[in-house]
């Protein structure tokens, strides 16, 4: 098993869909896992140490594991099938251990929130990960990064992080 960390949210420029990438440790293969626009905003909320006002479905889980006393204590994209990812969730109360399935959206948005490792599995790495995006690429994830941040800055009415999100996205536009 590999480590990764999830390096952000972004939209695939050519599907127009959200895509979460997963970076290993050297940041040399990134795996990009498509996502809903909901999971996208999930994950992007906890990347963004935003706390809503009431516990959303995996702010929700959090606290009924922590209540329960039990501890993510990993996350694994375990497997691939038919451009499917599968993965499991580690549970651990006293000595005892268990994997639970789940989706990875589901998975990452969790273990952002309990800070518990996520790992892909080798051989799902070697069928589905790139070589590090080409730089032409890295500036239209950027963009669509700060293109969301943008929306969510307008959406809760923080118009001036807005206006400095959008004069960002002109820069690096220009470039």
Known sequence: MIRVKVSGVAIDPVTKGFVVILKDETEKRWLPVWIGPYEAKMISLSLEKIKPIRPLPHDLIKNILNTLGIIVTKIVICNIKENTYFATIGLKKDNQEKEI???PSDAIALALRVNAPIYVNED?????STEKIALEDEKGIKLAELREKMQKAVEIENYEEAAKLRDQIRSL???
């Open 124 to 128: 799902v790495l070697n069928k589905a």
């Open 101 to 103: 399935d789940a989706r």
């Open 173 to 175: 536009e220009k470039r």
